[in-house]
């Protein structure tokens, strides 16, 4: 298994957010190209993103869960093949991914992970792997 090599590269305000009004400000007009610049001279492959701003992403898209489901144990891994990904970290079960791939403008297509807790409603985790990929349910049905 390759190992990643990780960089933590952040355009913030000096109160550490990531998005409000001053990006729409011409001082941060000018860092957002130079950071857009210095990601794609990194050739990154994964960006990661926490449950505020992926919700912004995705519009702010609920999921919708299946209440009585149950769901097999361990980890899944639709795609580790992909060229791109985006890491998601939601440990509750928040983001209404309407599948398991993401385009955000200025970067290319990429496979979705999600980095879950045990605390996560199995529900959730059956609605991702709906999107993800073929999941078998113990009823006999699949989707």
Known sequence: MKRPYVICHILSSLDGKINGPFMGTEAAAGLSQEYGALRSQMKGEAWLYGTTTTKEFTGFARPVLEE????????????DQA???YISLDTEGEIGWESGTFHNRGRGE???IEILTEQTPAPYKAYLRKRYGKLELPSGRSY
Not at 68 to 79: C, E, S, T, W
């Open 110 to 112: 990429a496979h979705v």
């Open 83 to 85: 060229e791109m990904y």
């Open 68 to 79: 009585k489901i149950q769901m097999p144990q361990g980890d899944f891994v639709a795609d």
